[in-house]
């Protein structure tokens, strides 16, 4: 937790999932002052993909929630009546507008526009939107009253303690798997998928993704936009990178203590902008013999590793 608030300290985001009853993640992000905290059970925020990512994208990545969840393939006849759905000149801007247009085919036997007759899949899809949206888990879906995700948060946090998921034997066998772990699946992706378009909405800043039961050694360094998945454990003394994250090799005493002087100056700078900073009017011209804030020394690692080798 302490490595993500760094991030935070340093002008970084993270997006955590929390398994933990207790709330390992989500009681102590609720301190930051701009975060996301789901709760699958009682949700405060939607993850609609349809609300919270850009068009393009939130159609792609409904129809890879969905799906699933419908137990059928893209290229279905129930798949290609949700990807008509999803057209723009249908207006279905969310996940409750498409169950009510499929409940407005039902009743009146055509499409919207007073277009004769329905596609194949129709009565389908909304037999399997309408189970969905019974379900008290799913709420974070299909509450049209959730105010929608902020992906520009400082710490979005999922809390999945309620969420079942397969087991690789159940997925492995291809028998039915109980509908609650088939949702919990697809909430994980889609939670992977709302790091990747966090990240990605603001190239400058620094992100990471780390998954449920993960654990982060002391010291290590964790690269930006790495994902650390669920039950990883990150040795002390590490650099991981990628996704999924993973140990490339061991840090020297030197990068700890470079890594530290630099936690410590952003630790120095948060607590004189508390204590300094004040109201001000901007100015009409430049001052003369304007005195310049002095920055501790402390240059970049590039630099640093420059002074390992004297």
């Known amino acids: 937790m302490t490595l993500l608030f760094h991030l935070v300290d340093i002008g970084g985001q993270f997006l955590a999932i929390d398994r933990t009853d207790q709330g390992e993640y989500a009681s102590p992000v609720s301190t930051l002052a701009n975060a996301v905290v789901v709760d699958m059970m009682r949700p405060r925020w939607s993850m609609d993909p349809l609300r919270i990512f850009p068009a393009d994208i939130g159609v792609d990545k409904a129809v890879d929630l969905l799906t699933p ?8 006849p129930q798949g290609l009546t949700l990807g008509e759905l999803l057209h723009p000149e249908l207006g279905v801007r969310s996940i409750p507008d498409m169950l009510a247009v499929l409940q407005e085919g039902i009743d009146t036997g055509g499409m919207p526009g007073g277009k004769k007759g329905l596609p194949a ?8 939107l ?3 949206s019974r379900k008290r888990y799913a709420a974070a879906l299909m509450d049209p009253n959730l105010a929608p995700l902020n992906l520009n948060a400082e710490g979005i946090v999922i809390r999945t303690n ?7 034997e159940e997925v492995a066998s291809g028998d039915p798997i109980d509908p609650s772990k088939v949702f919990g699946r697809a909430i994980y992706g889609l939670s992977t998928e709302i790091g990747r378009q966090a990240f990605g909405s603001n190239r400058r800043r620094m992100g990471a993704v780390v998954m449920d039961e993960a654990i982060i050694g002391e ?9 650390v ?7 002390a003394n590490s650099l991981a990178v990628g996704s999924p994250a993973r140990v490339i090799r061991e840090l020297s005493e030197k990068e700890i203590a470079w890594k530290r002087q630099g936690t410590g100056v952003y630790q120095r700078l948060a607590l004189e902008a508390r204590e300094k900073l004040q109201p001000a009017e901007p100015l009409s011209e430049p001052e003369e013999d304007r005195r310049r804030i002095q920055a501790p020394e402390y240059d970049p690692l590039i630099l640093e590793r420059l002074k390992f080798r004297d």
Do not use: Q
């Not at 309620?162 to 690789?168: K, Y």
């Open 121 to 128: 899949g129709w009565a389908e899809l909304h037999r399997h």
């Open 229 to 235: 998945k669920a039950g990883a454990d990150i040795p």
């Open 69 to 76: 969840l419908f137990g059928c393939t893209a290229d279905s």
């Open 219 to 227: 010291n290590s360094i964790v690269a930006a936009m790495a994902f």
């Open 130 to 132: 309408d189970y969905w």
């Open 162 to 168: 309620r969420v079942e998921v397969p087991t690789a």
